[in-house]
C-alpha cells in the first residue's frame, strides 16, 4: 500500500514562506506525476502544483510563488511557498499519480493558515 506523508504546514504571517514536505513508501520515480492540491474551508480541492517529467502545471495564483523539487533519494517532493497570502490559507495535500493502469494516492493532509 502507497502511503504519502506531508508535513511541514503551520501558522505564518502575509509575506511569509513555507516549505512542505512530502515522503513517500516507496521510490518516488515509480510515479508519473506528483503535485499538490489544497482544500480552504468550504470550497472544493484544487490543483496547486504538480509536475510531470519537465512539465509542471500551476495554479494561476501560485505562479511566480510556489514551486515544486524532489529528492528521490529521500522519496520527498517539496512545496516551497514564498509570499503567502491570506487566501493560500487551506490543507494542502500530496497527490502522486500512476498513468497506466490509473491509480492515483492522497496523503492525510497538512494546514496551512496565513494570517497576521
Known amino acids: 500500500q502507497v502511503q504519502l506523508v506531508e508535513s511541514g504546514g503551520g501558522l505564518v504571517q502575509p509575506g511569509g514562506s513555507l516549505r512542505l514536505s512530502c515522503v513517500a513508501s516507496i521510490n518516488i520515480n515509480s510515479f508519473d506525476a506528483m503535485g499538490w492540491y489544497r482544500q480552504a474551508p468550504g470550497k472544493e480541492r484544487e490543483l496547486v502544483l504538480t509536475a510531470s517529467g519537465m512539465t509542471r502545471t500551476y495554479a494561476d495564483s501560485v505562479k511566480g510563488r510556489f514551486t515544486i523539487s524532489r529528492d528521490s533519494a529521500k522519496n520527498t517532493v517539496y512545496l516551497q511557498m514564498n509570499n503567502l497570502k491570506l487566501e493560500d490559507t487551506a490543507v494542502y495535500f500530496c497527490?502522486?499519480?500512476?498513468?497506466?493502469?490509473?491509480?492515483?494516492?492522497w496523503g492525510q493532509g497538512t494546514q496551512v493558515t496565513v494570517s497576521s
Open positions: 497527490n502522486a499519480r500512476v498513468y497506466n493502469p490509473n491509480l492515483s494516492y
